[in-house]
């Protein structure tokens, strides 16, 4: 079967290469895809928001199945669009990729489906926006309701922040994104991800795993789309996910399917442990990047027939099967690295030659996964992006994986290139 994967991540090059490992898969295409999803199969010049060229495409390469990486060609309405045309696709509807697209829908759904998650208020008006924060404490957290590239939260320390940071959302910081606000409750405890495969109805679960927003070791300075990974994390134990399950994931996706928008593709669960059970602080459409490319490292298994039905529907009582096609009990733990762009997230030059990745690609179980590079006219590898590659390794255990993913990074020679030394810091014993 012919594969068409949309995006030009790490994310993407992980799943690409992953699909591409299946005895049922042909080829993989990605538009626009990077130099890393070129090695794996043909890429195509069109942007992943470019909804109308993206049909196009569809219509002349035919594939047998769409995947759908990033969350803004599904807020546009790509799946719908496809789906009209006969093609299967793995990925939301625009409706059910509210759910990411606009933070206030999406808890409107939680409170609505009885979801645990911190108490909040939807406010257009500052007047009405300042007399919640006076039922509230500090810290303040204020979110720009629409997509924001990640840097639509932001937490106020004092109230003054917090007023000042309304007030800017309000009056268009972020565009339309926040043309609305929402301000919650802060929750405290540990954060892990949680990714579930449907197809509306049924539900595959992938092993948890946890991301490291902020771009300093330590936990420190500003967030991210995420500096590294690893999976599993032990933070998920198997009373907490059975809580998932039974308190989040079941109850939205029967309220989304009630409420007339199945959710079809894979559900990002992003919670937070708390002394109450887990609460969710957010919910994506899509993989998560950088704990995709560990849950692709990490599975031994094939998932293209996974993916496939989560596309086409009939994965309800069928779960197990397609857990053992996937080979969830025999998932290897992985770990993830992020070579950064000095600046990055704030801006960084672009055109720097890298080299060494063949080298570092060569070190034991590890697979090293493009984003933000490209080739220069002289076929030299050069970095174009904030996030640059994501060094990924598999291990017998999260020392082994770390301690590879670290080796093979060393390889890497990018002199204005960094990562996070202390991705992993709270299951590392080395
Ligand atoms: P989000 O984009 O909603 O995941 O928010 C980005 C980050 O902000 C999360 O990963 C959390 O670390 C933090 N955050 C968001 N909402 C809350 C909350 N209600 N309480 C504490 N931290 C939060
Ligand atoms: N790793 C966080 C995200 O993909 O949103």
């Known amino acids: 079967m012919n594969i068409l994967l949309i995006g030009s991540g790490a994310r993407e090059h992980a799943l690409a290469w992953k699909m591409d490992q299946s005895a049922l898969v042909d080829v993989v295409h990605s538009a626009p895809g990077n130099p890393g999803l070129n090695q794996v199969g043909p890429c195509f010049d069109v942007a992943a928001d470019d909804i109308d060229g993206l049909e196009k495409l569809t219509l002349q ?12 060609p599904l807020a546009l309405g790509l799946s719908d669009r496809l789906r009209a045309r006969g093609f299967d696709v793995f990925g939301p509807s625009a409706e ?4 990411e697209s606009s933070k206030g829908f999406s808890k409107d759904a939680m409170e609505k489906y009885g979801v ?30 629409g997509l924001a590239a990640g840097k639509g939260v932001v937490i106020a320390q004092t109230r003054e922040e917090a007023d000042a940071e309304a007030e800017a959302m309000l009056s268009g ?18 954060e892990a991800s949680i990714f579930v495969m449907t197809d509306g109805e049924g539900a595959l679960y992938l092993p948890a795993a946890q991301d490291h927003k902020c771009v300093g070791e330590g936990d420190t300075g500003p967030n991210t789309g995420g500096m590294g990974a690893y999976a599993p994390a032990p933070i998920v134990d198997e009373a907490t996910l059975a809580r998932v399950k ?50 692709m490292a990490g599975l031994t ?34 770990a993830t690295v992020i070579l950064a762009n000095e600046g990055y997230p704030g801006s960084y030059a672009k055109g720097a030659v890298i080299k060494g990745v063949e080298e570092a690609g060569a070190v034991e179980g590890v697979d090293v996964f493009h984003a933000g590079t490209d080739v220069d006219d002289t076929g030299a590898l050069i970095a174009t992006g904030g996030r640059v590659l994501a060094v990924t390794a598999t ?14 990074v060393d390889l890497v020679d990018w002199p ?13 014993k080395t």
């Not at 059910?96 to 759910?99: E, G, M, Q, S, V």
């Not at 910081?173 to 540990?190: C, D, P, Q, R, Y």
């Not at 079941?250 to 559900?267: I, S």
């Not at 291990?395 to 093979?408: I, P, S, T």
């Open 301 to 334: 298994g094939d998932i293209v027939p996974a993916l496939l039905i989560c596309a086409t529907g009939g994965l309800k009582g069928n779960e197990e099967a397609f857990g053992a096609l996937m080979d969830l009990e025999g998932f290897q733990p992985a």
């Open 173 to 190: 910081k972020f565009g339309a994104a926040s043309n609305e606000l929402v301000i919650e409750e802060f929750m405290t405890g540990e």
């Open 116 to 145: 645990p998650t911190a108490r909040f208020g939807r406010f257009s008006d500052i007047t009405l926006a300042k007399a919640f924060l006076d039922t509230m404490q500090a810290p303040f957290v204020l979110k720009a309701d």
């Open 246 to 295: 039974a308190e989040i994931v079941e109850p939205m996706l029967k309220g989304m399917a009630a409420d007339g928008m199945p959710y079809q593709g894979v559900l990002y669960v992003g919670i937070m442990v708390t002394d109450d059970g887990p609460k969710v602080v957010e919910f994506n459409a899509r993989f998560g990047d950088p704990e995709c490319q560990v849950l």
């Open 96 to 99: 059910a990729a509210r759910l």
């Open 395 to 408: 291990g017998v255990d999260l020392d082994q994986a770390f301690g590879r993913a670290y080796k093979a």
């Open 61 to 72: 390469i035919e594939p047998d199945l769409v995947v759908v990486g990033p969350e803004v």
């Open 416 to 428: 204005s290139g960094f990562c996070r030394r202390d991705i992993g810091w709270r299951v590392r």
